[in-house]
T-cell receptor, first 116, second 108 residues
Framework: DTAVSQTPKYLVTQMGNDKSIKCEQNLGHDTMYWYKQDSKKFLKIMFSYNNKELIINETVPNRFSPKSPDKAHLNLHINSLELGDSAVYFC???????????????FGPGTRLTVL | GQNIDQPTEMTATEGAIVQINCTYQTSGFNGLFWYQQHAGEAPTFLSYNVLDGLEEKGRFSSFLSRSKGYSYLLLKELQMKDSASYLCAVTGGFKTIFGAGTRLFVKA
């Protein structure tokens, strides 16, 4: 069984379009994340939700809007796509924080977005 | 500011031992992780340190010194399949900061 799944795996689209990426986890985790990994391989946090509540919102253009309909799902909608949005987007989940200790994050397979 | 430094690339020989260092400066500390990422794949968990000292797990060990803001990942008996990027990540508060990763090339 896939623990963290994302769709689509590949996304090729034109500048100016609007697209969505979906993420689901079946691990029963409370916290979900979106990361962007650019061509230099930096993995950078974009958003994090804990029990459907937004807890991290990094300096990301407001063209990016996350949505968590329930704690097993975290989707990412991107408006007016730009060339610089081309990257691999990873969804991840974790149990959260217990007793001051961080918990391991489990990553989805990634969505490779190419904006032409 | 928050910063994680690790070497960009390393090369080692099959069967050898390699140590990948990581230094960090972050606000808040809830633990340090090492993840492995093969090309075109997702990062996968290798190790976690929250207290000073060495954590051993099979061929992989990770060390942490919180006072020095320093960690290393030790890989023993290198295999060709260990060729990958190794990401050092520090969690403080709700946020995890990742280093740029160290690309390890294992040669025969």
């Amino acid at each position: 069984d896939t623990a963290v799944s994302q769709t689509p795996k590949y996304l090729v689209t034109q500048m100016g379009n609007d697209k969505s990426i979906k993420c689901e986890q079946n691990l029963g985790h409370d916290t979900m994340y979106w990361y962007k990994q650019d061509s230099k391989k930096f993995l950078k946090i974009m958003f994090s939700y804990n029990n459907k509540e937004l807890i991290i919102n990094e300096t990301v253009p407001n063209r990016f809007s996350p949505k968590s309909p329930d704690k097993a799902h975290l989707n990412l909608h991107i408006n007016s796509l730009e060339l610089g949005d081309s990257a691999v987007y990873f969804c991840a989940s974790s149990q959260g924080f217990r007793g001051g200790k961080a918990d391991t994050q489990y990553f989805g397979p990634g969505t490779r977005l190419t904006v032409l | 500011g928050q910063n994680i430094d690790q070497p960009t690339e390393m090369t080692a020989t099959e069967g050898a031992i390699v140590q990948i260092n990581c230094t960090y400066q972050t606000s808040g500390f809830n633990g340090l992780f090492w993840y492995q990422q093969h090309a075109g794949e997702a990062p996968t968990f290798l190790s976690y340190n929250v207290l000073d000292g060495l954590e051993e797990k099979g061929r992989f060990s990770s060390f942490l010194s919180r006072s020095k803001g320093y960690s290393y990942l030790l890989l023993k008996e290198l295999q060709m399949k260990d060729s990958a990027s190794y990401l050092c990540a520090v969690t403080g508060g709700f946020k995890t900061i990742f280093g740029a990763g160290t690309r390890l090339f294992v040669k025969a």
